[in-house]
C-alpha cells in the first residue's frame, strides 16, 4: 500500500512538468502582447492622451518579454519550485496571494455543489435501482438527465430569475455568507447529480445480484441493512471516482458558474488571465488546478482499498 | 461545463470498460425497440436531423437576413417562437441552427475518437515505453482544466467553427484513450492474439482485425453519449464569447446572446436553450438504449 | 402658428425633464412639430442633465442631504490596480477621483479649468514652464502634509522604470523635472510646449499621492492606495468588492463639488459584476443601490419605474470607431472607404444596438469633445446610390452573385472584431455592405488575437476607442507613430501631412488657434474617410430613486462625495 502511494506520487511529477511545459508552450503560441494589452482599451475603452512609445518599450522590457524564450522559461520554473509565480502582470501583485485568496471560495462551491449533487444523485439513483423497470425508475431517470443536458449558464440564469428576482429568496451574486453559495452550488449540483444518479443506479443493480448480497439476503439480513450497508457501500466506489475527478476539474472549470453569479474563484482568475495575457497568473492558476486534480485523484485510488477491501496494492 | 464535459463520458467509460464482448449484433435492433428510452431519444434525433436536412421546407424566413423593424416580437402566428433583437424569426434560427450544432457535436466526436483510439491502441498493445509517454501525456492533458484547453485552442486557432469542433474534440481525446488502452490491455492476453502474433501476423493487421472490433462497442457508446456534452461545450465556449461565428444560428451563441433578454422577452434565450437541451437529451438517451444493449450484464 | 409650437415645444421641453418617455419618443415628438435634430438633442440633453429623471422626485429633491449610510456600486469591471501612476483602465479613474483629489478641475460645460488641489498657476510665455500655487493645509489620509514636495515625488516617480506607468507617463508629455519654489509654490518644466498638459491634471492618474505610504508600500501601494481625497480606501476583496470609507478631515473642496466639509456617505461598497444581466437584477433585487452597466435594452423600463432613476453621461474623446486599413486592398482606395461610409445606414444601426441610447457617431471626435466639428456631420449620410456611384466609379462592378468585382477580384473585406455588442454591430454592417456589393469576412475573435491580428495588418476594417477630454487623443488614433508597437493607430498608412498637423496642434498654445486646428483635422480625416464612425459612449447608470446628489466626472464617472441616499 505504502510503496503503491509511493509510485502514484512519483508520476504526479512528470504530469505536473508536463502541465508547466505545456501553458508555457500555448502562452507564447497564442497571439497577443501583453504589454500592447496592458496599454490599450480592452477595459471597454482607456482614456489616452497619447501614448509613448517609450512607455511602451519600458513595459516590455520590465515584464521581461524581451528575454529569449528558454531564460523566461528558466525563470519561471525556478521561481515556481518555491512556489512564488511572480508578479500578475495585470495587478502587480504577487500571483501565490491572489490564489490564495480565491482558493477557499473555489473549494466551498465545489464541496457544497458536489455534495448536493451527491446526495441527490444517490438518492434518486437508489431508488430507481430498487423499482428497476418500473415506472419510478424511468420517471427519475428521466428527471436526472433533464439535468444533464442543460447549459449550466442558462440553468444558472433560469435560477436566479426565478429564487433571486422573482421570489428574493437569495442574493443572485456575490461570496457573502452561506446564502451566496446556495444558487451556484444547487446549479453545478443539479448538473452533477444526473450523472452520479445515473451510476448509483446501475452500479447498485451489479452489486445486488453479487453473490455477497444474495448471501446476505438469504441470511435473513432485512433488505434496508443490506442495502445501506452491503450494496451501497460497494456502489460507491464507481461514484467516488466520478465524483473525484469532478473535483479536481471542478478547482478552474466551474469558471462559468463563477462568472454568471459573479462569485469569487480559481475559474475566473484562470481566463481572465488568460485573455489578458497575465502569464505569470496563466502558469500559477494553471499549475494550481492541475496539483489539485492530481492530489485529488491520487486520494481516490488509495480511497478504493477502504471502499473495497478486496482491491490490494502490490 | 467542465462537469457536463467529463461526467457522462466518465460514467461511460465505467460503464463500458465492462463490456468487452458485444456479441449480440443480431438482436441488437430489436432490443434497441423493447427498450422505451431509446426508442424516444432515436425518435427526438431524427427530429432534429429531419429539422437539419429539411430546414428551407420547414420555415419561409431567412435564418441570417436581418430585419430590425421587426424585432424582439413575442410568439405569434406569424412567428411561432417569436423574432430576436435584429428581427429574425427565431423558429428559423432554431431549425437551420441544428445544421450547425448537431455537425459541431459529431466532429468534434469523432475527431475524440479517432485521435484518442489511436493513442489508446498504440499505448495498450505497444506497452512499456510507449505506453509511459501516452499516458503521461493523457494525464497531462487530463490534469490541465478542460475549458481552459479549449480556450486556448480556440485562441491560438482563431474562433470559428471547424476550431471550436477541434477545440472541444481536444479535450475529449483523453477519455477515449483510457478507455481503448484498457480494453487492448485484457485483450492483448487472450489466446487468439497470442496465436496470431506466434504466428507472425503484423502488427498493424492484428490491431485492426483482432483488437479494434473488441474496442469498437465501448467506443461507440462513449461516443455516443459525448455527443451530448460536446454540444454542451460548444455552448459554453459561445458564452465565454468565443464560439461560432456570426451571423451562423448556433443554438448556443443564441443562447448566450439572448441571456440579456432573460427577464422581459424570455423567449429569445429560451427556445435556443430548449433545442440544446432536447437534443442532448435525445443523445443521451439513445446512448443509454445503446450501452444497455451492448452491454449484457447491465440488462436485468 | 408660431405661439402654439410654443407651447408645444415647452411641454416637450417639461416632459424631457421629466423622463417619462423615452429618447425615441420625445425625437419622433419634436420632429413631428417640426424641430431639427440638434434642437430636439439639446431638449434630450437637457432631459439627461436633469438628474431626477422621474417627477416623482423632484420635489423630494429639495430636502436637506441626509449624511450617512452606505451605498453600494454595481461595478462592471474591476481595477487592476488602484495606484493612479500606474493604471490605463478608465474604470479605476472613475474610482480614483474619489480618493485622489487632482491638481485642476476641467469644466466639461465650458471648457474652463479650474483650481483643485492648485489654487492658481501660469505659463511662461514660451509654453516650457508651468507655476502652480498649491492649497495648503491639506492633508494625505495617512498624515502626511500635502505640499509641492509631495506633486515633484509624485510626477518623477511615474517616470521610473520599474512602476511600469500605463497612462499618466503619456499625461507628463514631455515633462522634464519640477522644482520646489518653497512649500506651496512648484515649477514644472517642459521640453518643448505641451499644450494638453491642464487638460492631463484634470485627470485622475496625474493626483499627487502620498510619498511617505509609497516609500512604504512600493510595489504594492496599488493595492492600499493613500490619497487626499473626500474617501479613504479601506479595503480589497479582489473578485468581490473594496470598500471605500469617508475621510473625516475633509475640508478642501475642490471645484465642481456642491457642498463643504467630508462627504455625505460614510461608506461606499464597490461590487464587482462583470455579467450585465446578473448587473440588472442585483439593482432591481436591492443588492446594489446604483449600477454602471443597465443593459440598453432595459432603460425604458427603468425609466418608466418610479422607483428607479436612469443616468447617462456622455463620454467625450474619440466615439467608437472602426478604423479602415488604408495599406490593404481594396481599402486602400478612397472611393471603396468612402462607399464603406455612405452604404450602412449608421443611424439605423446604432439604434437598433442600443435601443436609442446612443446615438450615432459622424467625426473622429464625440460631440461633447472640446473642438468638436458639427460640419463634418452632413458629409456621410446614407445613400446607397452614391455608394454604387463610387464603386462603379473605380472600376468595381457588380459579378454575377453581386459582389462587385475588378480585375478579377472580388470586392472582399477582412472585418475583425470581439464578441458582444460589437459582434452584433459587425452583424448590421455586414448586411449593408452586402446589399452594396461587398462582401465582409466577419471574424469574432477574443481581444488579445484581434490586437495582434490588427497590428499585422490583417484586417480592412479594425475598431478601437479611447475616451479623453482633449482632442489630442486624435494622435493616439492617428498619428503614424502609433502604427507599430501599440498600434492605436490601426489606419495602417503612416500619412506625413496628417503626422504634421497634429504635431502641431499638440504644441499650439493659443486655445482658439488649437480649436480651430482641430476643427480642420477633423475634416481632413473625414475628407479621407478614415474610419467608420461607430457610436458616441454613453454611461448607463441606473439607480434607485433614492440615490441624490449624482453628478458626473469628465469620463462619466460619478463624484461620489455629494451623493447621499434618502433614508426609509
Redesign the interface.
Known amino acids: 500500500m505504502l510503496s503503491y502511494a509511493r509510485t502514484r506520487l512519483l508520476l504526479t511529477v512528470p504530469v505536473l512538468m508536463g502541465v508547466s511545459v505545456l501553458t508555457f508552450m500555448i502562452l507564447h503560441l497564442i497571439p497577443g502582447d501583453p504589454a500592447q494589452l496592458l496599454l490599450g482599451d480592452m477595459g471597454g475603452g482607456s482614456a489616452s492622451g497619447d501614448v509613448s512609445d517609450a512607455a511602451y518599450e519600458n513595459l516590455r522590457r520590465e515584464l521581461g518579454l524581451n528575454d529569449p524564450l528558454p531564460v523566461q522559461y528558466a525563470n519561471y520554473v525556478a521561481d515556481a519550485v518555491r512556489l512564488d509565480f511572480g508578479r500578475s502582470f495585470q495587478t502587480n501583485r504577487p500571483v501565490s496571494h491572489s490564489i490564495r485568496e480565491v482558493l477557499p471560495y473555489t473549494l466551498q462551491l465545489t464541496v457544497v455543489g458536489l455534495g448536493l449533487a451527491i446526495v441527490i444523485g444517490g438518492v434518486l439513483g437508489v431508488v430507481a435501482a430498487l423499482h428497476r423497470n418500473s415506472w419510478i425508475d424511468n420517471a427519475t431517470m428521466a428527471l436526472s438527465l433533464v439535468g444533464l443536458a442543460m447549459p449550466s449558464f442558462w440553468l444558472g440564469f433560469i435560477l436566479i430569475q426565478i429564487f433571486a428576482l422573482r421570489f428574493g429568496w437569495l442574493p443572485s451574486t456575490g461570496t457573502g455568507g452561506f446564502s451566496s453559495v446556495v444558487l451556484p452550488a444547487a446549479t453545478l449540483g443539479l448538473v452533477a447529480s444526473g450523472v452520479i444518479a445515473r451510476l448509483v443506479r446501475s452500479t447498485m443493480l451489479e452489486v445486488l445480484r453479487q453473490e455477497y448480497v444474495v448471501t446476505a439476503r438469504a441470511k435473513g439480513l432485512r433488505n434496508r441493512v443490506v442495502i445501506l450497508r452491503h450494496a451501497l457501500r460497494n456502489a460507491l466506489i464507481p461514484v467516488v471516482t466520478i465524483v473525484g475527478l469532478q473535483f479536481g476539474a471542478l478547482l478552474s472549470g466551474a469558471v462559468i458558474i463563477e462568472t454568471v453569479f459573479a462569485r469569487r474563484g480559481l475559474g475566473r482568475l484562470a481566463v481572465e488571465a488568460i485573455l489578458r495575457r497575465d502569464y505569470p497568473m496563466v502558469q500559477g492558476t494553471i499549475l494550481v488546478a492541475a496539483v489539485g486534480y492530481v492530489v485529488v485523484n491520487l486520494a481516490v485510488d488509495l480511497s478504493y482499498a477502504w471502499l473495497d477491501p478486496r482491491i490490494k496494492y502490490g | 461545463?467542465?462537469?457536463?464535459r467529463?461526467?457522462?463520458a466518465?460514467?461511460a467509460l465505467?460503464?463500458a470498460e465492462a463490456a468487452t464482448t458485444p456479441n449480440h449484433r443480431r438482436g441488437l435492433f430489436r432490443d434497441l425497440l423493447r427498450n422505451?428510452?431509446a426508442v424516444i431519444g432515436v425518435a427526438l434525433l431524427l427530429v432534429v436531423i429531419g429539422a437539419a436536412v429539411a430546414a428551407p421546407y420547414i420555415t419561409r424566413y431567412d435564418p441570417i437576413?436581418?430585419n430590425?423593424p421587426d424585432?424582439?416580437q413575442a410568439p405569434s402566428r406569424e412567428h411561432w417562437l417569436g423574432t430576436d433583437?435584429?428581427g429574425r424569426d427565431i423558429f428559423t434560427r432554431v431549425v437551420y441552427g441544428a445544421r450547425i450544432s448537431l455537425p459541431v457535436g459529431l466532429i468534434a466526436v469523432v475527431i475524440a475518437s479517432l485521435v484518442g483510439t489511436l493513442l489508446g491502441l498504440l499505448a495498450g498493445y505497444y506497452g512499456r515505453f510507449l505506453d509511459a509517454i501516452v499516458m503521461?501525456?493523457i494525464?497531462?492533458m487530463?490534469?490541465?482544466?478542460?475549458?481552459?484547453l479549449a480556450?486556448?485552442v480556440?485562441?491560438?486557432l482563431?474562433?470559428?467553427l471547424p476550431n471550436v469542433m477541434i477545440a472541444v474534440g481536444v479535450g475529449e481525446i483523453p477519455r477515449y484513450t483510457r478507455l481503448v488502452r484498457g480494453s487492448v490491455l485484457s485483450a492483448r492476453e487472450a489466446l487468439y492474439v497470442d496465436a496470431a502474433r506466434v504466428t507472425g501476423v503484423r502488427d498493424a493487421t492484428i490491431l485492426y482485425r483482432h483488437i479494434l472490433p473488441n474496442v469498437v462497442g465501448p467506443i461507440v457508446v462513449l461516443a455516443t453519449l459525448s455527443v451530448?456534452t460536446a454540444i454542451?461545450a460548444a455552448?459554453?465556449l459561445s458564452?465565454?464569447?468565443?464560439?461560432a461565428?456570426?451571423?451562423r444560428p448556433e443554438w448556443?451563441?443564441m443562447?448566450?446572446?439572448g441571456?440579456?433578454?432573460?427577464?422581459?422577452?424570455w423567449w429569445i434565450?429560451t427556445m435556443p436553450?430548449l433545442a440544446?437541451?432536447?437534443t442532448?437529451?435525445a443523445v443521451?438517451?439513445a446512448g443509454?438504449g445503446l450501452r444497455d444493449v451492448l452491454d449484457p450484464?447491465?440488462r436485468? | 402658428m408660431a405661439e402654439t409650437g410654443a407651447v408645444a415645444i415647452r411641454s416637450l421641453l417639461a416632459d424631457a425633464a421629466s423622463g417619462r418617455y423615452s429618447r425615441r419618443e420625445l425625437m419622433r415628438r419634436g420632429l413631428g412639430l417640426g424641430l431639427s435634430i440638434a434642437v430636439i438633442g439639446q431638449i434630450l440633453a437637457i432631459g439627461g442633465a436633469a438628474a431626477p429623471r422621474r417627477g416623482a422626485l423632484a420635489p423630494r429633491a429639495q430636502e436637506a442631504p441626509t449624511p450617512g449610510g452606505t451605498l453600494t456600486l454595481g461595478y462592471s469591471s474591476e481595477p487592476p490596480t488602484m495606484d493612479p501612476r500606474v493604471s490605463g483602465a478608465t474604470h479605476a479613474w472613475r474610482l480614483f477621483y474619489n480618493i485622489f483629489d487632482p491638481l485642476v478641475v476641467f469644466d466639461q460645460a465650458t471648457g474652463d479649468f479650474l483650481p483643485g488641489l492648485a489654487t492658481s498657476w501660469t505659463m511662461s510665455p514660451d509654453g516650457l514652464m508651468y507655476t502652480f500655487t498649491l492649497r495648503e493645509g491639506v492633508k494625505f489620509h495617512d498624515g502626511t502634509p500635502f505640499d509641492g514636495e509631495a506633486v515633484r515625488f509624485t510626477f518623477d516617480s511615474i517616470l521610473e522604470p520599474e512602476l511600469k506607468s500605463l497612462t499618466a507617463i503619456g499625461y507628463l508629455g514631455p515633462y522634464e523635472r519640477t522644482e520646489v519654489v518653497n512649500p506651496f509654490t512648484i515649477n514644472v518644466h517642459f521640453r518643448e510646449p505641451y499644450a494638453p498638459f491642464l487638460n492631463n491634471l484634470a485627470h485622475s492618474v496625474l493626483s499627487p499621492v502620498s510619498p511617505t505610504a509609497v516609500a512604504k508600500l512600493g510595489q504594492d501601494f496599488g493595492r492600499s492606495p493613500v490619497g487626499t481625497g473626500p474617501f479613504i480606501f479601506k479595503d480589497w476583496q479582489q473578485q468581490v468588492s473594496m470598500t471605500l470609507v469617508r475621510n473625516p478631515e475633509y475640508s478642501w473642496p475642490i471645484s465642481g463639488y456642491q457642498h463643504e466639509g467630508p462627504a455625505y456617505l460614510d461608506e461606499v461598497v464597490v461590487r464587482f459584476i462583470l455579467e450585465p444581466t446578473t448587473m440588472l437584477g442585483t439593482l432591481q433585487n436591492g443588492e446594489t443601490d446604483i449600477v454602471d452597466a443597465v443593459p440598453p435594452q432595459e432603460v425604458e423600463q427603468l425609466q418608466g419605474n418610479g422607483d428607479f432613476q436612469m443616468l447617462m453621461p456622455e463620454v467625450p474623446g474619440s466615439p467608437q470607431i472602426l478604423p479602415l486599413n488604408g495599406a490593404k486592398s481594396p481599402t486602400d482606395e478612397l472611393p471603396v472607404r468612402q462607399a464603406i461610409l455612405h452604404a450602412t445606414d449608421r443611424d439605423t444601426i446604432i439604434d437598433t444596438l442600443w435601443y436609442g441610447t446612443r446615438k450615432a457617431a459622424k467625426g473622429p471626435l464625440s460631440s461633447p469633445t472640446v473642438a468638436y466639428n458639427p460640419a463634418i456631420e452632413s458629409m456621410y449620410p446614407y445613400d446607397p446610390e452614391r455608394a454604387a456611384a463610387l464603386l462603379d466609379e473605380a472600376g468595381w462592378t457588380p459579378g454575377a452573385d453581386g459582389i462587385r468585382e475588378k480585375n478579377g477580384q472580388r470586392l472582399r473585406l477582412e472585418y475583425l472584431t470581439f464578441s458582444g455588442v460589437q459582434g452584433q454591430a459587425g452583424e448590421l454592417i455586414q448586411a449593408y455592405l452586402l446589399e452594396a456589393g461587398m462582401e465582409v469576412n466577419l471574424q469574432q475573435v477574443e481581444y488579445a488575437a484581434m490586437a495582434a491580428a490588427f497590428l499585422a495588418g490583417d484586417h480592412n476594417i479594425a475598431r478601437v476607442y479611447f475616451s479623453h477630454t482633449d482632442p489630442v487623443v486624435l494622435s493616439t488614433l492617428y498619428h503614424s507613430r502609433n502604427i507599430p508597437g501599440t498600434n492605436f493607430n490601426r489606419t495602417m498608412k503612416p500619412d506625413p501631412e496628417l503626422d504634421r498637423r497634429l504635431d502641431a496642434a499638440t504644441a499650439e498654445l493659443d486655445p482658439e488657434r488649437r480649436r480651430q486646428m482641430y476643427v480642420e483635422i477633423q475634416q481632413y480625416i473625414m475628407d479621407q474617410a478614415l474610419m467608420i464612425p461607430l457610436w458616441e459612449e454613453v454611461v448607463l447608470w441606473g439607480a434607485s430613486s433614492s440615490v441624490q446628489g449624482v453628478h458626473f466626472q469628465p469620463l462619466g464617472g460619478v463624484w461620489l462625495y455629494d451623493v447621499w441616499k434618502q433614508q426609509g
Open positions: 461545463m467542465a462537469m457536463q467529463s461526467l457522462p466518465g460514467a465505467l460503464r422505451s428510452g437576413k436581418i430590425p424585432r424582439i433583437q435584429f503521461r501525456l494525464d497531462t487530463l490534469a490541465f482544466p478542460g475549458i481552459l480556450l486556448v480556440v485562441a491560438i482563431g474562433a470559428s451530448g454542451l455552448a459554453g458564452f465565454l464569447g468565443l464560439g461565428q456570426p451571423p448556443g451563441s443562447l448566450a446572446d441571456r440579456q433578454f432573460l427577464s422581459s422577452q434565450a436553450g440544446i437541451a432536447l442532448v437529451l443521451n438517451m443509454d450484464r447491465l436485468v
